[in-house]
């Protein structure tokens, strides 16, 4: 029985050690498959960080080469811009001094790229779309402007530091209007307006003091709502002078009648005619002043010579639209030239002058509107000179040519598909009845994109507008008549056709 007692001990102690033998195999085993787990794991991390630290390295090659190429391809669009820019006479270049921007390290050395690193810091919201449109190498105007959302122009007045608020803007002739993004510039082009006390429209306006009762309230709209809205201002605005010696007619409002043009929606007067220096030099600067005080530019007509040349811009949807204005209207000289330190209108008698204002503001927008006082009163009929002075103009670098003096349509032409417009009318004078309108200019960035005609009927010191489509018919055939290669459609539409000139 004993010896049976020591077998099983021995037995029992014989299967606890070879549990206890299985057991530390295993834990060797598991040290075994967690240090050549551990080191495959690391190797494998290694690999991947390896893997995507060279593709990152690839990536931002490719970033910064696509940069850089972005950056040089800006640089030569505004390189071009500047070449065209001598060559219309405007070479300022701005200094900017600071032009620090993420770029690669080379792009960053290049101090003849300061435009480009500029533009990259000052849209950058847009620096995608920016490398999307040059990823090709190259980069044209238009293609700032899509990418952008503003014209090179535009672009290039904000580079020189004009754009930086509302007040730097206007010193340099530039007014700033948020219109409707994404929508074409409209501009409305009223005839002459003549607001003279003691006669005419004004006697009228007194009894019914209200003027949606002397101007329609469908034009009252269409010239609110214009993001310009333009016209003559054939009159001075004044308590002080005395009427021209031996001038027939001559035209004076008093400084209360400024509110009707604040009602009429209005953004920019011409003083480019023969009735604004009819009070003489007194009145003509309070008319000024009294413009000033308003916030209503003008052009066509200063205190002296400089200031009766500028040009007056209007950045709408990133878009320029430039104005001018000169006068050609007198037989006899009553109204006097602006001089160095006088006051008075750009004449265009000798177009010289003219056509340099011209030219330099052409270099300097998109679309440049100039206007001029000329032509043969009271006849329908424009004359040769009218033509010849009109191509002359648009030649010079005008888009499209605005006359008015005549007191009555005269039609419109294209010459070599640009239009001039040979006499607006009276678009509120006096109480004569006879056809007037508005003139309705939608600008893109790459032009005119739409013209078209708001048939009006100035009748009884008030101007109405023409609703009935009969009635509008006439309106069209008659201004068509006018109009040696002109069509106009239902919805007052102008197309050019082949055509005969109708000269005088």
């Given at each position: 029985m004993q010896n049976d007692r020591y077998d099983e001990e021995m037995r029992r102690r014989q299967i606890a050690r070879q549990r206890r033998q299985i057991l530390r195999r295993k834990q060797v085993r598991c040290r075994r498959l967690i240090v050549l787990g551990s080191t495959a794991f690391f190797v494998v991390l290694v690999a991947v960080l390896c893997v995507r630290?060279?593709?990152d390295h690839g990536v931002k090659k490719q970033q910064a080469a696509r940069l850089e190429q972005g950056i040089e391809a800006v640089q030569s669009c505004y390189e071009r811009f500047l070449n065209e820019q001598e060559s219309a006479g405007n070479t300022e270049i701005p200094a900017v001094t600071d032009t620090s921007v993420e770029a690669s390290a080379d792009a960053g050395k290049k101090l003849d790229n300061s435009f480009a690193l500029w533009f990259m810091k000052a849209y950058p919201e847009c620096k995608e779309a920016i490398l999307q449109e040059t990823q090709d190498g190259k980069f044209s105007t238009e293609d700032i402007y899509t990418a952008v959302g503003e014209t090179m122009y535009v672009v290039y007045d904000r580079y020189r530091g004009y754009l930086d608020n509302a007040k730097k803007a206007e010193e340099q002739g530039i007014y700033l209007k948020a219109g409707e993004a994404g929508k074409p510039v409209e501009v409305v082009i009223?005839?002459?307006?003549?607001?003279?006390?003691?006669?005419?429209?004004?006697?009228?306006?007194?009894t019914v003091n209200n003027l949606s009762e002397c101007i329609s309230p469908q034009l009252l709209k269409m010239s609110n709502a214009a993001?310009?809205?333009?016209?003559?201002?054939?009159?001075?605005?004044?308590?002080r002078g005395e009427p021209l010696e031996n001038k027939l007619y001559t035209f004076r409002a008093k400084p209360e009648r400024m509110k009707l043009l604040e009602e009429m929606g209005t953004d920019l007067v011409s003083l480019a005619n023969n009735h604004i220096y009819d009070y003489g030099r007194d009145a003509m600067l309070d008319t000024l002043e009294l413009l000033d005080e308003a916030e209503l530019p003008y052009v066509g007509g200063g205190r002296n010579s400089k200031e009766a040349e500028l040009p007056i811009y209007f950045v709408v949807n990133g878009i320029k639209v430039g104005f001018v204005a000169a006068t050609n209207a007198e037989i006899v000289y009553y109204t006097p030239a602006a001089e160095a330190?006088?006051?008075?209108?750009?004449?265009?008698?000798?177009?010289?002058?003219y056509n340099k204002v011209i030219r330099k503001a052409a270099g300097q927008c998109d679309y440049l509107i100039a206007y001029i006082h000329w032509g043969e009163e009271d006849t329908n009929a424009y004359s040769q000179y009218q033509h010849d002075m009109g191509k002359e103009f648009l030649e010079a670098g005008a888009d499209i040519v605005v006359g008015g003096h005549p007191h009555v349509l005269q039609g419109m032409e294209y010459i070599e598909g640009k239009p001039v417009i040979y006499s607006m009318?009276?678009?509120?004078?006096?109480?004569?009845?006879?056809?007037?309108?508005l003139l309705k200019l939608d600008i893109s960035a790459e032009g005119l994109d739409e013209m078209s005609f708001v048939p009006c009927l100035q009748t009884g010191y008030t101007t109405q507008y023409i609703e009935g489509k009969e009635e509008q018919a006439e309106f069209y055939k008659f201004f068509e008549e006018l109009s040696p290669n002109v069509k106009i459609n239902s919805k007052g539409i102008f197309k050019e056709t082949a055509g005969e000139k109708w000269l005088r």
């Open positions: 630290g060279i593709k009223a005839g002459d307006l003549c607001l003279a006390e003691n006669g005419f429209v004004l006697d009228y306006y007194d993001d310009v809205f333009y016209l003559n201002h054939e009159y001075c605005i004044s308590d330190n006088s006051p008075g209108v750009l004449e265009a008698y000798d177009t010289t002058e009318g009276d678009f509120w004078f006096n109480d004569e009845t006879k056809y007037t309108g």
